[in-house]
């Protein structure tokens, strides 16, 4: 077999694409728009991401704003009439997970429709004793009984199920009976923590009731006894439109519901089928003001503020009508709380512990009440004004004070842009509720994160910061102040208040000095070192902020870990790191970090993402021409960050690209490479997967080869071997093998030894054949990485065997092959012997492929290596018809592969043809 004789300059010339020059970028924006004209079609409506605002785009775009505008009109009306059912579905879930209830129930007397049919039990004496201390009240009253909250549960789905089931046979009276008799368990707060689960047990059942009575007025309205249709009763009807049996229907449930006894009962009852006004009145809402007096006579708190939360969700059934029933419920809640709170309220059971739990309970029902408040347009001053919000719990006035729970959802559900034009106002608003129903520093931050929601002007701003200020600098909880602070925080970096941010700093640094941060106040710090992180462009301005390291010290744990991690990301954001005193105090938060792995589960997206932040900063750090002290910091990031494995090849990357900048900027380098070179000998072993090792010995080959250091590069390349001798790449193997990665590296090696004078000592060509050696001795290795790797074995030998091999090492001193060896009869016999033994295993391997798909393909990859490496004779067009058989014994016939190899092997014949002739 003889070689094909390679021209690679003008193979380039031949096969590369033709360029041309580009006056513009293809996206620059004054070609855009003619390339638009042609694929919009004259169409307005066309918007293009890379084209400018023009007019007709600004104009389309005041369209689009109208149209949302009318649409946002809209869905407010929509949201005044009746917040939807998932809304409220939604609330009553979170209500009775927040307030889960404790396994057992107390039963009092006004329970019996429960303990008919449950199990009740007698408290233990030890129960009784803990109950006792709690509440000695409570635990004087004889008979106490308990039952389980899941038998009491039960009994409530009893209930409902014998309501309808009452229903539905016409028994409308014990149906209503048993209805009163579930609403009079609203009258029993004994066990706090179940009030808020009974409600909507209760409430639940009571819906049912109004929807009964609902769809029976309306069926009256519709059709006579006998089923004959009467009239077709509009989805938005009147009065006037409703018959007058149906009227009658209504109104003795009316006259029933107001002949019962007790008020709660009664009330509930109402509110169930208020609602059904509708059929009897055009403006049923009047009847709300009147419910909402009638729940003043209810003497328990806790059941009296949950009637007005009934009455709110009940009131959302009706058509629109006057908000004034919402201002009275908030006032009445609000005059409640202010009894809690002053002290004034008569109940003994609440005692001095209880009071917080009670407002707790009482919250749910502020917020829902607030926020259907919000439905209706309010002017900011006659909201307050009609609220009666002001005043303090020592004056006597007929408005009820500010209570600062109540002033928290109210500013929740105030508008962006009311909370930034009247900041001034609400700040005095929560000066004022100094009361324990919320804590104030929860104001006074929930108003900072409203005001960043649209930008205040400068002279409201400092005026609030002014008070706020003024506030939290009386805090001596670190954490109080922490949650104020980085609520203005963002308004104070907006408006570059220099003397505020020198004011937070000192503020955390006096709280936080000399005792341990608590895990509660980590995330407000890690929230205002991000948002400082992220305001100066230049990291070295945040360093330099006052107490910026000494409060960053006092961090600890995941909060850490994430500070830590958004300065390293800000640090490799903008170019190469050269300050000494940036790369070490950066070194020692990537120490931080570093010692925040779990190194048990390296392989989370967290610890992944760490190890690539410090791998980054390593690559950026830049001593310009302080080689050696840059060298010394990659030895200090080996002991620091050795735990990290593919921290370690980045190092190896570095120290190369240390040797290459050497190299080209001083004579002088020889020294210093060869220190480089050791340093990466000495990092790779400690790599774990060897395949990497392998790449990694290859780069560090080519770079000593660069610096002209040929003894290094021979070893370089053994040790490349030997990783690749160490991988388990047998087809047996239960470990995932990188059979394209081993391949490209491979290919990597042959590719760098064409640069690589041939060793007379070991033999010129010691290294091929070991690598020859390697894939054909141990029957072990997959026919696909055999057959790839005698592939470049062959294209290889076939380049060496060059006048002028394709590229050389630049650096003078070291010689190509073609130069030491050109004219030597034992170097071509070499190269011939390679070969040979390399082309008979090939097709020997192919064969043993099982999968007909890839033999077929590996045939047709050796058929064109070996067209490309040698010359046409009979020999050679004997092998490749070899392998074009198995190519279409394993391929379609319409194979494109196939096809164009087939094309190729013709002419490739032709050429034998013609030599023959030749010689003949």
């Known amino acids: 077999m003889e070689f094909r004789e390679r021209d690679y300059g003008a193979e380039e010339s031949a096969y590369s694409l033709p360029r041309v020059p580009a006056k513009n970028h293809p996206l620059f924006a004054r070609s855009l728009p003619y390339q638009v004209d042609v694929t919009d079609n004259g169409k307005d409506d066309f918007c293009d991401p890379l084209r400018g605002l023009g007019a007709n785009m600004a104009m389309h775009i005041g369209d689009v704003e109208d149209v949302q505008s009318t649409y946002n009109r809209k869905l407010s009306n929509e949201a005044a009439l009746q917040l939807s059912e998932k809304e409220w579905a939604s609330f009553k879930r979170s209500l009775m997970q927040k307030f889960s209830a404790t396994k057992t129930v107390s039963i009092s007397s006004m329970s019996d429709v429960i303990v008919k ?22 635990i004087a009253e004889e008979d106490v009984k308990v039952i ?101 229907t209504c109104n003795n449930w009316f006259c029933k519901i107001g002949s019962i006894s007790e008020l709660l009962p009664r009330i509930y009852s109402e509110l169930a089928i208020l609602h059904c006004w509708r059929f009897l009145h055009d403006q049923p809402c009047e009847s709300l003001q009147r419910l909402v007096m009638m729940m003043r006579g209810l003497a328990d708190p806790l059941a009296s503020v949950y009637c007005h939360l009934y009455l709110v969700r009940c009131a959302q059934k009706l ?41 707790s309970l009482i919250e749910p029902t502020i917020e829902w009440s607030v926020k259907c408040m919000f439905t209706y347009q309010w002017e900011i001053g006659n909201l307050f004004a009609e609220l009666g919000l002001g005043g303090n719990l020592s004056e006597s006035s ?9 002033l928290h959802h109210i500013i929740k559900e105030l508008p962006a842009e009311i909370v930034s034009s009247d900041a001034l106002e609400i700040v005095q608003l929560i000066e004022s509720s100094k009361d324990f129903s919320f804590d104030q520093h929860l104001n006074y931050t929930l108003l900072g994160f409203k005001l960043c929601e649209r930008r205040p002007q400068m002279d409201s701003v400092d005026a609030v910061l002014v008070k706020v200020f003024q506030a939290v600098s009386q805090y001596d909880s670190l954490d109080e102040y922490l949650k104020v602070v980085d609520a203005y925080l963002d308004i104070v970096l907006q408006y570059q ?69 958004h300065i390293l990301n800000k640090a490799t954001r903008n170019g190469y790191i050269r300050d000494p005193t940036t790369i070490q105090l950066l070194f020692e938060i990537s120490q931080a970090l570093h010692d925040g792995i779990d190194f048990s589960s390296i392989k989370d997206d967290d610890n992944q993402q760490s190890a690539r932040l410090i791998s980054h900063f390593i690559q950026m750090v830049d ?114 093998v990188d059979v394209d990665g081993i391949i490209s590296s491979i290919r990597k090696l ?56 394709p590229y050389h090492v630049k650096n003078t001193e070291v010689m190509g ?31 043993e492929e099982v999968y007909k798909a890839a033999r077929g393909t590996m045939a047709l990859e050796a058929c064109n290596c070996i067209i490309s490496s040698f010359k046409a004779n009979p020999e050679i067009s004997l092998i490749c018809s070899r392998l074009m058989e198995i190519a279409k014994s394993c391929l379609n016939a319409n194979d494109k592969y196939l096809r164009s190899t087939l094309n190729i092997l013709d002419k490739h014949l032709a050429c034998s043809r013609d030599a023959c002739v030749v010689v003949v």
């Open 148 to 248: 389980t909250c899941q038998e009491y549960v039960s009994r409530l789905h009893e209930l409902k199920d014998e309501i309808c089931h009452a229903w539905q046979a016409d028994d409308r009276v014990t149906s209503l009976k048993l209805s009163i008799k579930v609403a009079r368990l609203l009258m029993d707060t004994s066990v706090l923590q179940f009030y808020p689960t009974l409600f909507v047990l209760v409430t639940d059942v009571m819906d049912m009731l109004g929807d009964l009575v609902w769809e029976r007025i309306k069926r009256r309205a519709k059709y006579a006894d006998d089923g004959t249709i009467i009239c077709s009763l509009p989805e938005n009807f009147k009065a006037i439109d409703v018959c007058p049996d149906a009227k009658e």
């Open 623 to 736: 001593y310009g021409t302080e080689m050696d002290r840059h060298l010394t910091f990659l030895v200090e990031c080996r002991g620091a960050f050795g735990s990290i494995n593919e921290l370690k090849g980045t190092l190896v990357h570095s120290s190369n690209s240390l040797a290459i900048k050497a190299m080209k900027g001083t004579n002088k380098h020889v020294s210093f490479v060869k220190s480089c070179i050791a340093f990466s000998e000495v990092t790779i072993p400690s790599i774990s997967a060897g395949i990497r090792q392998m790449n990694l010995y290859l780069e560090t080959a080519e770079v000593a080869l660069l610096g002209g250091l040929v003894s290094h590069t021979d070893g370089l390349i053994e040790s490349a071997i030997s990783s690749l001798q160490s991988l388990d790449i047998t087809r047996g193997s239960q470990i995932n």
């Open 817 to 847: 092959n073609d130069i030491l060896f050109f004219g030597d009869p034992s170097y071509n016999q070499e190269l011939s012997s390679i070969s040979s033994i390399s082309v008979q295993n090939l097709v020997e391997g192919i064969q």
């Open 117 to 138: 049919s449950g199990k009740a039990h007698d408290k233990s004496s030890t129960s009784m004793h803990l109950e006792e201390l709690d509440d000695p009240q409570k």
């Open 319 to 359: 058509l629109p009508c006057d908000r004034g029933y919402l201002i009275t419920c908030i006032n009445d809640i609000s005059i409640i709380l202010m009894r809690i709170i002053s002290g004034k309220e008569t109940i003994s059971r609440y005692s001095s512990g209880n009071k917080k739990l009670l407002i």
């Open 398 to 406: 007929q408005n009820p004070p500010c209570i600062s729970i109540v």
């Open 750 to 805: 042959c590719s760098l030894l064409i640069m690589v004078p041939g060793n007379p000592t070991e033999g010129i060509f010691y290294i091929p054949k070991s690598l020859l050696s390697l894939v054909t001795s141990d029957p072990g290795v997959t026919p696909r990485l055999r057959a790839r790797t005698l592939c470049a074995i062959i294209s290889l030998s076939a380049t060496f065997s060059q006048n002028t091999l």
């Open 497 to 565: 208040m220099e003397n505020y941010l020198t004011i937070i700093l000192d503020g955390i640094s006096k709280r936080a000095s000399d005792k341990v941060v608590a895990e509660s106040e980590l995330g407000s710090l890690q929230s205002i070192f991000i948002k400082l992180l992220t305001h100066f462009n230049d990291l070295e301005d945040a360093f330099a902020l006052n107490h910026f390291v000494e409060i960053l010290d006092v961090m600890y744990g995941t909060s850490r870990n994430t500070v830590n991690m």
